[in-house]
């Protein structure tokens, strides 16, 4: 499986931003889908996970109520609708995957390459 992201750039703050992440060859009913995201200097933390073929989610707490994670199986995509952005969202986010039920980034096996959101107050 290999995973693209996209959809990022800058946002004023309070605005909305819609992160993609496409994925291409066999993805297993099992398969579990994350966002990550890695602020200049810090460490790479999570933001919400979806299970590929079932409707449970995850999210972080800095983004419950904010941010929406979900999919569209026929599309083999995970979208992240960010809504009422901070400046402290300022990060490169990643999509990932993996057969974990986890937040733990460790447990994802494949990544995208990233897709730089910028925050302004």
């Known amino acids: 499986v290999q995973l693209q992201a996209s959809g990022g750039g800058l946002v004023q703050a309070a605005g909305s931003l819609r992160l993609s992440c496409a994925a291409s060859?066999?993805?297993?009913?099992?398969?579990?889908m994350g966002w990550f995201r890695q602020a200049p200097g810090k460490e790479r933390e999570f933001v919400a996970l979806?299970?590929?073929?079932?409707?449970?989610?995850a999210y972080a707490d800095s983004v419950k109520g904010r941010f929406t994670i979900s999919r569209d199986n026929a599309k083999n995509t995970v979208y992240l609708q960010m809504n009422s952005l901070k400046p402290e969202d300022t990060a490169v986010y990643y999509c990932?995957?993996?057969?974990?039920?986890?937040?733990?980034?460790?447990?994802?096996?494949?990544w995208g390459q990233g897709t730089l959101v910028t925050v302004s107050s």
């Open positions: 990932a995957g993996g057969t974990q039920f986890s937040s733990d980034w460790k447990t994802y096996i494949r």
């Open positions: 979806i299970r590929w073929s079932r409707d449970s989610t």
């Open positions: 060859g066999r993805i297993f009913s099992s398969y579990v």
